[in-house]
């Protein structure tokens, strides 16, 4: 990719210079980092191109998120306005550049309610607003379930065995999901890997790319999952943090894990369909299997998510 074209673009500044290679890689797109004389930046290359109309929410409310004090990167955007450039025949965009930390599943509790909460305040109207997506409010199902148990096992996957023996589990788990109740534009992908500590003590929120309509209840019901676990402390610390925000989130019934329940179901039908269909997202099996293994690992069976419901 052309460094001095992407930053003329972007007015990014002089003196434009890529990093040798990739710095990071997620299951949407790849991201390198982009030095010039004005700063660093962070340049995203999705693996699948999308159309200015497809990011056009999203974006918009990551820039409310911003704007709001929520922290996160700031957008780029094209000198014509745009969220997208085209570079060598690439699609890239430009975010404002974070030192990031690994992800830390034991990230302050406290942080994270607070950030958590500015997330679900910020004043952001969507009138796309009703549209919601199955990823994060159907279930899976018991005949798909068994469907593609029948075909991992059949190709011997090396983890189709253990899911066919939490089959049960997930299908039961789907009995708990209820509708959304209350809708507003939520992040939708709140996982350690997106809620990050960084180098100068603090934290951010990146990848806003799947941001759209969901319950707030719902999305504190996944990150008190990915954040808390198996720990009441952490629990409590956290959904504290967020009350004293004004977070307008509660997890007060087992129906508000219906969010987590929908996209951990997903992702495990889609790891799975990706070992036995290799593509860009996940191109080796190897990577699917390790996908996979975030789920099956430790699991989120109702024991588990009926504890943290009576912690909080």
């Known amino acids: 990719m052309d460094a001095a074209d992407l930053a003329r673009q972007y007015a990014l500044g002089g003196s434009a210079k890529l990093s040798d290679g ?10 390198w980092r982009l030095d010039t004389t004005d700063g660093s930046w962070a340049v995203k290359v999705p693996l699948w191109p999308s ?7 999203s974006t918009a409310f990551h820039e409310a998120a911003h704007a709001a004090g929520v922290p996160t990167p700031q957008v780029r955007r094209t000198t014509w306005g745009s969220v997208f450039a085209s570079v060598d025949g690439a699609q890239a965009r430009v975010y ?19 950030v958590v909460a500015a997330i679900h305040r910020v004043p952001f109207v969507d009138t796309d607003v009703r549209h919601l997506d199955a990823w994060y409010c159907k279930p899976v199902g018991a005949d798909r379930w068994d469907r593609l148990v029948e075909r991992l096992v059949g190709a011997r996957a090396p983890f189709g065995r253990r899911l066919a023996e939490l089959r049960d589990e997930l299908v039961a788990l789907e009995s708990w ?10 992040h939708r992908d709140l996982w350690a890997d997106n809620l990050l500590g960084t180098t100068e003590g603090g934290v951010c929120v990146i990848d806003w790319e799947d ?11 996944c990150v008190l999952f990915e954040f808390a676990r198996t720990d009441p402390g952490r629990a409590r610390d956290l959904v504290t943090a967020y009350r004293q925000v004004g977070g307008p989130g509660s997890v007060t019934r087992r129906g508000h894990f219906s969010m987590l329940i929908a996209q951990l ?12 269909h290799p593509n860009p997202r ?4 190897a ?3 390790a996908w996979i293994s975030e789920v099956l690992d430790e699991p989120h069976t109702r024991e588990l998510l009926q504890s943290l419901l009576r912690t909080v």
């Open 22 to 31: 990739p710095v990071a890689r997620g299951k949407q797109g790849v991201v």
């Open 51 to 57: 159309s200015e109309e497809e990011v056009r929410s």
């Open 96 to 114: 404002e550049w974070v030192d990031l930390c690994p992800a830390d599943p034991a990230l302050d509790p406290a942080r994270v309610g607070a």
């Open 177 to 186: 999901m209820e509708p959304p109740q209350v809708l507003t534009t939520c």
């Open 211 to 221: 941001s759209g309509p969901a319950d707030p209840s719902q999305e504190l019901g």
């Open 265 to 276: 179901g997903h992702i495990t039908e889609l790891a799975a369909t990706d070992w036995l």
């Open 282 to 285: 996940s191109p080796d099996r």
């Open 287 to 289: 990577d699917s299997a």
